[in-house]
């Protein structure tokens, strides 16, 4: 005969195993899913801010460090070089107040504006209605966006803007609540650090986009504002801005503390006095990195 308790004792020792084969693959699981949460907020900085407070990983409140003090150092800066026109703005990608300093009415945006005319090309790609592939003068419309932000192509931001349509343009920014007129091209420091702001944080384009748009920002023609000014750790995206007495930068700033805009819109008497204004691009950048970093 067969011992009841012997069939007992094999049932419960089965089940225990099953129950540790799930456990097992349940801790698998999560460990792989941490691990993915972590490559994507690494592998896709630009992204890294959006994912962290959608997963609530490491909810940032880098907003506080624009404090008094920074703001007092800024203007300070300015009120030393009153001889120039100068307008910035600060703010935390992930949504913090805009801080304005100096000049808060719109500029000559000069070729910071090209960033507005990529995205608003990319959104026709994404709404079907264009495709990078597009002949566009000599080469493809991809190649020129490219052109026209890394290399500030001033012949690729005519085509493109053509392509697009000035009226469409316009409206593209109105939709993003930005006013712009490209016949005019003025921007404010505050119109442009949102367009940075949104874009960094996914919200104008597709990840695919974003990504390759924030790749022309990282390496361009002109290094020498305020890519120049910041410390080791700091990734700088940013466009510049040269037209007669104008003399811009735009960037997005991603550091360990957070992702900042920076705009800092300048007007002099010329391209004599460059060098003195690019010492005050620079000199704001390197008050900004040591406050925030």
């Known amino acids: 005969m067969h011992d009841p308790s012997q069939r007992c004792a094999r049932r419960t020792s089965a089940a225990i195993r099953r129950r540790s084969v799930l456990v097992a693959a349940a801790a698998f699981l999560a460990v792989v899913l941490i691990a993915s949460v972590y490559t994507l907020a690494h592998a896709l900085p630009w992204q890294g801010a959006a994912?962290?407070?959608?997963?609530?990983?490491?909810?940032?409140?880098?907003?506080?460090?624009?404090?008094?003090?920074?703001?007092?150092?800024?203007?300070a800066i300015i009120g030393a070089n009153s001889q120039y026109q100068v307008g910035v703005a600060l703010m935390?990608?992930?949504?913090?107040?805009?801080?304005?300093?100096?000049v808060e009415e719109p500029f000559q945006a000069a070729s910071t504006a090209k960033i507005l005319t990529a995205a608003a090309y990319y959104r026709l790609v994404e709404e079907g209605l264009a495709s990078l592939d597009?002949?566009?003068?000599?080469?493809?419309?991809?190649?020129?966006?490219?052109?026209?932000?890394?290399?500030s192509n001033n012949d690729s931001w005519s085509l493109l803007m053509d392509a697009v349509g000035h009226s469409e343009l316009s409206e593209y920014a109105a939709s993003i609540d930005v006013s712009y007129d490209p016949e005019v091209n003025t921007l404010s420091t505050a119109d442009m650090a949102h367009i940075l702001a949104e874009l960094f944080e996914g919200r104008l384009l597709n990840p695919e986009h974003t990504e390759?748009?924030?790749?022309?920002?990282?390496?361009?023609?002109?290094?020498?504002?305020?890519?120049?000014?910041?410390?080791?750790?700091?990734?700088?995206?940013?466009?510049y801005g040269l037209l007669d007495d104008e003399?811009?930068?735009?960037?997005?700033l991603s550091m360990s503390a957070g992702s900042y805009v920076l705009v800092i819109y300048t007007k002099g008497t010329g391209l004599s006095d460059i060098p003195q204004r690019t010492a005050v691009i620079q000199d704001i950048t390197k008050a900004v990195t040591a406050a925030l970093s």
């Open 92 to 102: 935390d990608t992930a949504g913090g107040d805009l801080h304005q300093y100096g």
């Open 51 to 75: 994912l962290r407070t959608s997963t609530g990983v490491g909810t940032r409140t880098a907003s506080a460090r624009i404090d008094a003090g920074l703001d007092a150092a800024i203007e």
């Open 247 to 252: 003399l811009h930068d735009a960037a997005i």
């Open 134 to 151: 597009d002949p566009l003068g000599a080469f493809t419309s991809g190649f020129q966006i490219q052109a026209m932000v890394q290399d």
């Open 212 to 239: 390759q748009l924030l790749s022309y920002m990282q390496n361009t023609n002109y290094e020498y504002l305020i890519p120049a000014a910041v410390p080791d750790g700091v990734t700088v995206f940013h466009k």
